[in-house]
């Protein structure tokens, strides 16, 4: 586990740190905006993640007025892109650098770059997703 992700600090501490009230770090578990772990005798645990996560909370609501709703909107939309990024760093990984694997056609829907083949693609072929290397690469 990362040092950011380890949840160490109790509640007074990460309230502290955050600049926050714990009842405000309470209403917030309460409202999924931040998601501490549990100790054994059911005390909150914060990470260094989870505090940088509560000044955000703090920055948006008072900073641009966002309310709470639009908050929690915004932190998933956020946990959604960063998983979108590491999915797409994981597909580059299967790509030469460089290489177009994927074009436009004139309509502007994505077409298949193909192997030596001339004849259009067919109504199925046009809706999957290939990759193609050129024959003698690994």
Do not use: C
């Amino acid at each position: 586990m990362a040092a950011d992700d380890a949840k160490v600090y109790v509640i007074s501490v990460a309230a502290e740190l955050a600049g926050m009230h714990p009842q405000t770090l309470r209403q917030y578990d309460r409202l999924g905006l931040v998601t501490p772990s549990r100790a054994s005798g059911r005390g909150r645990r914060y990470s260094l993640r989870d505090i940088a996560t509560l000044r955000e909370v703090q920055r948006l609501s008072q900073d641009e007025g966002v309310n709470l709703a639009g908050i929690k909107r915004i932190l998933e939309l956020e946990l959604e892109i960063d998983g979108l990024r590491r999915q797409v760093e994981y597909l580059r990984a299967f790509v030469d650098p460089g290489r177009r694997v994927f074009t436009a056609d004139p309509t502007g829907d994505v077409a298949v770059n193909r192997a030596r083949s001339r004849r259009p693609a067919g109504p199925s072929e046009r809706a999957a997703v290939v990759l193609w290397r050129p024959s003698g690469r690994a």
